[in-house]
């Protein structure tokens, strides 16, 4: 047993940790509606984290609901990198965010933070969906996996998730719609 | 001084539980001998209390497990690995087991008091009649040396303590047992069921037999459990005691007898046998 590095107990003992969510210092660019983050963080540069939130925002986008940036995503990837993250995921988060950059540059001949709103859209929507379409490639790989994660963490979040009842108490199976607004202002059935 | 007891129990888990509480309340002093670590019940290390947010890693277990080759069975079983339950989970590589090459064997284990009563699915079938009468009927293995209805009490006696959600569907191979409300089918199971009836007149799609209470009884009550809050989070042990688990019932019936005594992280390596007696003297 040599090998194990964290042994139950010590994880056991650690489980109350949780991943801390520090916001970090950013700017809005008003030329190109960008948020450019000025400090880096535990593991991404500021670079990077301008990219990763630009990118998150522009797969979950404030509407009428929290977009990806009310619900902290970014900053909570960047603890989950060393704290859930192994070397392959560090690596494959990584590069994802450089091949997102090169395809900016190779595309429009300008970084991805230089880009204006809708290029920086375009571009990713075109990624996603040629990821989707053939997922043979090591970058739809790694996008996916991205992608997986951004809504993980969006999906997890208290923004996400205003209704939230830890306990609900009952169960209905079958309700008409008229119960269920019943029940919604607060009404027992 | 050397502590004797009259009954010795080796684990702590669904069954250990239930022989804690019989030999207890029938006035044996009994010891619980346990190999995982203690727990309180309800325990700091259940996570039912905790929204999605709250859970470490966002309930995802470091990926360093699956760089160390750790949890193997588990992750094949669950694909995820989850900070909400894998603390009740055995991981293989910390207690190997063997098996013969071509005949695997994934053994989910847990390893600390209460065992897999924590982390089962809570599904409570009796066997039906045709169950045991199958072996002499179509002679493979050995006859039963019971029938249906020896055991048909004990199945009451279970289900009346553990508190069983269920309905008695009138069907012979499962057959009516002691069941408090059953939980409603979805509109889109109540849909399938009712076509499978019209069309498939030996088909049932009934409701699931499950362990988790919709009416506690008073005794279930007085051993501080409640009824299910129906939030489907059991595996990370449940806080108010809904669904039936050795921590949540037939360990606390044993404690409050006075006669129990628990010893946990250890592991009872041999059982000392009298050849004349034929009987158990202790481990
Ligand atoms: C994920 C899962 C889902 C399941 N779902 C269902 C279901 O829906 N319905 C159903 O009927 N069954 C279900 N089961 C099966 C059921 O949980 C087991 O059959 C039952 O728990 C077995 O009881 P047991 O007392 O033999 O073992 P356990 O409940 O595992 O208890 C054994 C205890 O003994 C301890 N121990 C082991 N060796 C020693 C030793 N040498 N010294 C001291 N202590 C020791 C262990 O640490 C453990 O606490 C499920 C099991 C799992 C894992
Ligand atoms: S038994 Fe009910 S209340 Fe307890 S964890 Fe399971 S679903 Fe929740």
Not at chain 1, 4 to 28: C, D, E, N, Q, W
Not at chain 1, 125 to 134: I, Q, R, Y
Not at chain 2, 123 to 143: M, Q, T, Y
Request: proline share 4%; aromatic share 10%.
């Amino acid at each position: 047993m040599q090998d194990l590095k964290i042994s139950r107990r010590v994880f056991i003992g650690a489980a109350m940790y949780l991943v801390s969510a520090p916001i970090f210092a950013s700017s809005l660019i008003k030329s190109n509606k960008l948020l450019k983050i000025e400090t880096s963080g535990q593991f991404y540069s500021a670079l990077e984290l301008t990219v990763l939130t630009d990118v998150a925002e522009i797969m979950i986008p404030k509407t009428t609901t929290p977009g990806a940036t009310d619900a902290h995503v970014v900053n909570i990837l960047d603890g989950l990198m060393l704290t859930w993250a192994g070397a392959k995921t560090k690596l494959q988060f990584k590069t994802t965010i450089e091949q997102i950059q090169t395809l900016a540059n190779d595309t429009h001949g300008t970084s991805y933070a230089d880009l204006p709103l809708n290029l920086r859209q375009q571009l990713i929507e075109e990624l996603d969906l040629a990821a989707f379409n053939n997922k043979q490639t090591t970058l739809s790989a790694n996008y996916r996996r991205l992608k997986e994660m951004i809504f993980h963490i969006y999906y997890t979040s208290e923004q996400a998730n205003p209704d939230f009842k830890l306990i609900p108490g009952s169960y209905h199976g079958n309700l008409s719609k008229q119960d269920l607004n019943k029940i919604n202002s607060g009404f027992l059935i | 001084m050397k502590q004797g007891y009259d009954v010795i129990v080796v684990g702590s888990g669904m069954t250990g539980g239930w022989a804690a509480k019989e030999f207890c309340e029938k006035g044996f002093k009994t010891l619980v001998i346990e190999r995982g670590r203690h727990l309180d019940h309800p325990s700091t290390e259940y996570k039912d209390m905790q929204a999605p947010w709250q859970l470490e890693n966002r309930g995802l277990a470091s990926e360093i497990y699956d760089e160390q080759g750790r949890y193997r069975m588990l992750k094949t079983k669950k694909k995820k690995l989850k900070t909400e339950s894998i603390q009740f989970f055995a991981d293989e590589k910390e207690y190997p087991y063997s098996y013969p090459e071509d005949r695997p064997f994934m053994w989910t284990r847990g390893y600390h008091l209460g065992g897999r009563s924590l982390t089962w699915a809570r599904v409570s079938l009796r066997f039906g009649p045709k169950d045991f009468e199958a072996n002499a009927k179509d002679g493979h293995g050995i006859p039963w040396p019971i029938g249906y209805d020896d055991l048909a009490p004990w199945y009451d006696y279970v289900e009346t303590f553990a508190g069983i959600s269920g309905n008695n569907d009138g069907l012979p191979d499962q057959p009516a047992g002691v069941y408090q409300k059953p939980w409603d089918m979805s509109c889109a199971e109540e849909f399938v069921s009712q076509n499978i009836a019209k069309n498939l007149k030996d088909r049932h799609m009934i409701i699931g037999r499950t362990a988790n209470m919709t009416e506690p009884t008073e005794v279930q009550t007085n051993l501080g459990r409640t009824k299910c809050q129906a939030r489907s989070y059991c595996e990370r042990g449940c806080t108010f005691g809904g669904y039936f688990s050795a921590l949540a019932a037939t360990l606390p019936a044993a404690k409050n007898t006075g006669n129990l005594t628990i010893v946990t992280d250890a592991i009872a390596s041999h059982i000392d046998y009298d050849e004349k007696t034929g009987k158990a003297l202790g481990c």
